[in-house]
Structure formats: structure tokens, C-alpha cells
């Protein structure tokens, strides 16, 4: 099944202003997780928000989970440059911490100086 | 900070050559995967690895593909016989067990010709 598929595709906004990307997502999840990847680069962990948790804060991140509408976004506020990367969300299938992720498409975003 | 390690950066082979994609994942770790992302597309999973052995494989993951631990810290994938269609980058990554976040490495790019 399908998990974890974003919007925007892509994104360009310019440095200071607040970037939001959206997921969407299919069945019952214990937690969902944002990551980031720098162009040919690998996937940097950046926040988890917990299944009974409606907003989380990571310095200039900020993660809300609706499990009602089976969707996060992520915020990142006064966006940098070096913020340019592609942004995904995944979740974990099942209940097992060591399940496996299940990616979306990801938000390219693209910070202007 | 302990992080994933891959091994090489950039591959290239021949259709029908085999070859073996290494990781070194963060020491305490007890959960190891391969991933995928061909390019453009979302990161998809190929296998998990737990106890010695497989916990769980995609359908991508067929009888060409193999994984092992060799020995307390290397963890491989092997491709017996590639494909153009293999071309892709390969993540690994590693879990505690203790929670549910994923460390990636920085990807190996595979490329086919």
C-alpha cells in the first residue's frame, strides 16, 4: 500500500520565508518521521512525531500529525539556503521499532537567497 | 557521532556483472536495511536484516540480490548478475531496537551499463 505521499512536488520560496510541505498517509501509524536529503546525498533523520502527539518543535522545524485526516506537514520557519534539500516523510509499517520505512515521493524545496 | 558508513560512493559495472555494495552500520545497532532510490523516484525498501538473518524482503528483492554480515560490523549486498534496471542509489541504514528512527548512510550510486 501507498504510504507517506507529499505536496507540494516542489517548492521555491526565498530566504526568510516559512517553507510547509504536506503527506498524507493510508493506514493506522504508530509514529511518522521527516527526513532530509541534500542533493545526491543520503537521508538525514529530522524529527519524529509520535502517533498521540498533534505538534512537535525541532529549532526551526515544526511538525504537526492530524491521525484523523492521515497527515503531518512539516514547517521549516525563516528558511535558509543551505535549507535547499528534498524533504520526505515515512512511516513505519506496523508496530515493530524495527520495521521497515515506508517513503513518500518528497517536497523538493528550493531556498532563494 | 557514530554514522553510517558506505562503501564505494560510485559504482560502475557491466550488465551481467556482480557486484557487492558495503556498509558499515553504527556498532550497537541491531537492525540493518537496504534501500533503493532510482533516480527522480522515492526511496523504496529492499531488506531487513535481524539476528543473522533476513527479517523481511520486497518483491524488488528477488533470488539476484543477497545479503550478508559477514562479520561483526560489515553488512553487504550483493547483486549476482545486474541489470540496467539495477542502476539506482543504495542506501543502507541501521536501528538501535530501541526506538524507531532509521541512520543512513550516504548512499553507494550504482550505475549499469
Known amino acids: 500500500s501507498q504510504q507517506g505521499e507529499e505536496d507540494p512536488q516542489a517548492l521555491s520560496i526565498q530566504e526568510g520565508e516559512n517553507a510547509t510541505m504536506n503527506c498524507s498517509y493510508k493506514?493506522?501509524?504508530?509514529?511518522l518521521q521527516w527526513y532530509r536529503q541534500n542533493s545526491g546525498r543520503g537521508l538525514v533523520h529530522l524529527i519524529l512525531?509520535?502517533?498521540?502527539?498533534r505538534e512537535k518543535h525541532s529549532g526551526r522545524l515544526r511538525v504537526t500529525l492530524d491521525t484523523s485526516k492521515k497527515s503531518s506537514s512539516l514547517l521549516i520557519t525563516a528558511s535558509r539556503a543551505a535549507d535547499t534539500a528534498s524533504y520526505f516523510c515515512?512511516?513505519?509499517?506496523?508496530?515493530?521499532?524495527?520495521?521497515?520505512?515506508?517513503f513518500g515521493q518528497g517536497t523538493e524545496l528550493s531556498v532563494k537567497p | 557521532e557514530p554514522e553510517v558508513t558506505q562503501t564505494p560512493s560510485h559504482q560502475v559495472t557491466q550488465m551481467g556483472q556482480e557486484v557487492i555494495l558495503r556498509c558499515v552500520p553504527i556498532?550497537?545497532?541491531?537492525?540493518f536495511y537496504w534501500y533503493r532510490q532510482i533516480l527522480g523516484q522515492k526511496v523504496e525498501f529492499l531488506v531487513s536484516?535481524?539476528?543473522?538473518?533476513?527479517?523481511?524482503k520486497s518483491e524488488i528483492f528477488d533470488d539476484q540480490f543477497s545479503v550478508e554480515r559477514p562479520d561483526g560490523s560489515n553488512f553487504t549486498l550483493k547483486i549476482r548478475s545486474t541489470k540496467l534496471e539495477d542502476s539506482a542509489m543504495y542506501f543502507c541504514?541501521?536501528?538501535?531496537?530501541?526506538?524507531?528512527?532509521?541512520?543512513f548512510g550516504p548512499g553507494t550510486r550504482l550505475t549499469v551499463t
Open positions: 536484516f535481524y539476528n543473522n538473518e533476513i527479517s523481511e
Open positions: 541504514a541501521s536501528n538501535s531496537g530501541g526506538s524507531y528512527e532509521q541512520y
Open positions: 512525531i509520535r502517533s498521540n502527539e
Open positions: 556498532s550497537n545497532h541491531l537492525y
Open positions: 515515512a512511516t513505519p509499517e506496523g508496530f515493530n521499532q524495527g520495521g521497515k520505512l515506508i
Open positions: 493506514t493506522s501509524i504508530n509514529n
